[in-house]
């Protein structure tokens, strides 16, 4: 069929028409994916700027914060009452009968292995020591002695001023078990010197603070000292076995007396020399919190049976899974949420670059340093709750199943607290190279039973650590210098003139203030 020349004009027309709107279609298709892809593009460029914005200020922020943060500035310490203190100048012949006397008190083994399990014999024979050593000490009027629960003592020390709170020192006689073959140097317990330091069980766990706090005393008796404001000395026998008898006698004790103390002072943290890597010059870490203590039993029971019949899983299989899974699995980071924060800020201003910038802001960085101070077990105890497997028991015979395993889990559980300043102006005073910093003390010590008679317990004594030292407590060559132990005599004897004024300043709201 034949079309007139109209018809394929028309048709003409109409195939045309159409490739117009086809393509006016595609036109507008492309300019639709060019508009979308366009706001696209000013999105992510607005969203990049917007990060780049975000991180110049934080930068400039934490770059001025480096720049300007010192957590001990404006912290000058409150002006002390007395000032006429008396000055700790001791003899040759002194110097020579305080070392005497602390090696004698090394000598003894006053060991602690187990609640069941002290020697008694040792703890007599200390007794016997103390009172031969500091004679001014017993004999004065000005001081009152008991012992408690057979072992521990208990001296106090009235002042003129009854209105004002009286404090306490803390210190404990007892030590854990340790033989020469384990690896000593020298017997653990002959206080043998080398190289000017003096080697045994206890030179810093913890008959350094015992016989430096008694013999700072004796000094200041003798010559004619007498405070305004009163003071206890407690001295535990049990506290490397958690001071049952001892500690907490003495503190039943002194409630029955209603005492309520200002503060407490007992072992805990020291002065580090060299451990905290790229910190400038020692640091003193006074404790104002300590982790707390707890003890898991794991226990698995199955029928007894022959080892020649194995079941697919013994006890002691299913309680090693258990305990390989505890360890595997670590409790949570909880660095930045406790006093270990305010330790790295007090500490900031002591170190280069870039540690100082990552020091200053710890409100930036706490994560990062976390993760870098887990990877050590030195410093991961300061970084979470701890979960130690320490004692694992099973079976009776090698030819019998086992009935019952056993496992024991020690757990140190992570804290946080405030700090007072007495404290820091002693250690000031004592050593003015040092830089003061809040901490918290991965061990626990007495003071933990001292709760009910104050808010404000602090863990510390001067005894200098070195790289390496932190092995020696509770390990093998336990030791100090002698230098050091006549620093630490130094101390007490300033301390306690120190908290002798009539207003102590008060407890600092957060640790921030130290």
């Known amino acids: 069929m034949k079309l007139c020349r109209t018809c394929h004009k028309q048709l ?12 006016a279609m595609h036109s507008q298709i492309k300019m639709t994916e060019r508009s979308g892809k366009c706001n696209i593009l000013k999105f992510v460029k607005v969203l990049s700027f917007a990060f780049i914005f975000v991180i110049l200020v934080i930068f400039v922020a934490a770059t001025v914060r480096t720049l300007t943060f010192d957590v001990n500035a404006g912290l000058q310490l409150a002006p002390w009452e007395k000032t006429n203190n008396i000055a700790y100048d001791i003899n040759q012949q002194q110097r020579g009968e305080l070392l005497a006397n602390f090696k ?22 200390f007794n016997d020591l103390l009172r031969k050593a500091f004679p001014t000490v017993f004999s004065s009027h000005l001081v009152q002695h008991e012992v408690v629960a057979n072992y521990s003592h208990l001296f106090w020390v009235p002042g003129s001023d009854l ?5 306490m020192l803390l210190a404990h006689i007892d030590v854990v078990p340790a033989e020469e073959s384990d690896g000593w140097d020298a017997p653990p317990f002959s206080a043998k010197e080398i190289d000017g330091f003096i080697y045994g069980r206890g030179t810093i766990d913890n008959k350094q603070s015992v016989m430096g706090i008694l013999q700072a005393l004796e000094y200041l008796l003798i010559r004619g000292y007498s405070p305004q404001r009163g003071f206890f ?3 535990g026998h049990d506290e490397e076995i958690q001071g049952l008898h001892g500690a907490m006698n003495i503190v039943k004790l002194l409630k029955k007396k209603g005492v309520q103390l200002a503060f407490v002072l007992d072992e805990g943290l020291a002065v580090l020399d060299g451990v905290i890597t790229g910190l400038q010059g020692p640091a003193a870490l006074i404790g104002i919190s300590e982790k707390g203590h707890a003890t898991v039993k794991l226990s698995v029971s199955m029928a007894p049976g022959h080892s020649s019949m194995p079941p ?14 505890l360890e595997d699995n670590p409790m949570p980071r909880l660095f930045g949420e406790g006093p270990e924060r305010g330790t790295f800020e007090h500490l900031a201003h002591k170190f280069g670059l870039p540690l100082k910038f990552v020091m200053s802001n710890m409100w930036l960085f706490s994560p990062l340093l976390g993760r870098v101070m887990e990877r050590s077990p030195e410093t991961n105890a300061f970084v979470r709750t701890t979960t130690a497997v ?33 404290i820091k102006k002693t250690v000031l005073d004592q050593f003015p190279q040092v830089t003061v910093a809040p ?3 991965i061990g626990n010590t007495d003071s933990r039973h001292y709760t009910d008679l104050t808010k404000d317990i602090y863990r510390f004594a001067p005894t200098w650590f070195r790289p390496g030292d932190a092995q020696r407590f509770h390990g093998i060559n336990e030791r100090i210098s002698k230098k050091n132990y006549e620093e630490l005599v130094g101390f007490y ?15 600092h709201s957060a640790v921030h203030e130290l």
């Open 390 to 422: 320490t004692m694992f028991n099973a079976g009776v015979k090698t030819n019998v199943l086992p009935s019952q395993a056993e496992a024991y889990v020690n757990l140190r559980i992570h804290s946080s607290q405030s700090l007072q300043e007495i």
């Open 12 to 23: 003409h027309y109409n195939n045309l028409w159409l490739r117009c709107q086809q393509h």
């Open 439 to 441: 901490g918290i003390c």
């Open 312 to 325: 697919w899983e013994s006890s002691i299989g299913i309680l090693a899974g258990a305990v390989k899974r």
């Open 493 to 507: 004897f300033n301390l306690i003139q120190n908290c002798d004024i009539k207003d102590l300043p008060s407890p």
């Open 104 to 125: 004698d008190a090394i000598r003894i083994p006053t060991v602690s292995t187990s609640r069941t399990d002290q020697n008694t014999t040792a703890l007599r024979d």
């Open 233 to 235: 000395i407690g001295l």
């Open 163 to 167: 209105a004002l709170v009286p404090y």
